[in-house]
């Protein structure tokens, strides 16, 4: 199912995207008894399981071909190791965005003396 992956799931609003499937489940009710209702709800429930399986080993992939999955639970990390010094990795990629908040806060700082001085 490759189609066109930008259209689906649609970017809607999270709670109206919930509600709807809210409707959907209440429409599959129906007059099925419980035992069916369980039967219909634990099929579905299996084909979430397997889209979510199937996301996660994909993702496993991506991070290993891309060499960005960090264990954080690793004897090394709970050691103190850091993960980026010790590959010689950086992870200076949100220094822009670190930069920007600096900058706003010191202009922020500024702001707070000029009042005080006034």
């Known amino acids: 199912m490759q189609g066109n992956q930008e259209n689906f799931p649609p970017n809607i609003n999270p709670q109206v995207f919930s509600f709807i499937a809210v409707l959907i489940g209440s429409a599959c009710i129906g007059d099925y008894s419980a035992s069916e209702q369980n039967s219909i709800g634990n099929w579905l429930i299996l084909v979430g399981q397997f889209i979510l399986t199937n996301a996660a ?17 690793s004897k090394e990390s709970k050691s103190g190791g850091s993960y980026y010094a010790n590959n010689g990795k950086s992870n200076q990629n949100q220094r822009p965005e670190v930069d920007f908040l600096i900058d706003a806060i010191q202009k922020i700082e500024e702001e707070l003396q000029n009042l005080k001085k006034s």
Do not use: H, S, V
């Open 57 to 73: 080993q994909q993702q496993l992939i991506e991070g290993r071909i891309e060499n960005n999955n960090i264990n954080i639970n």
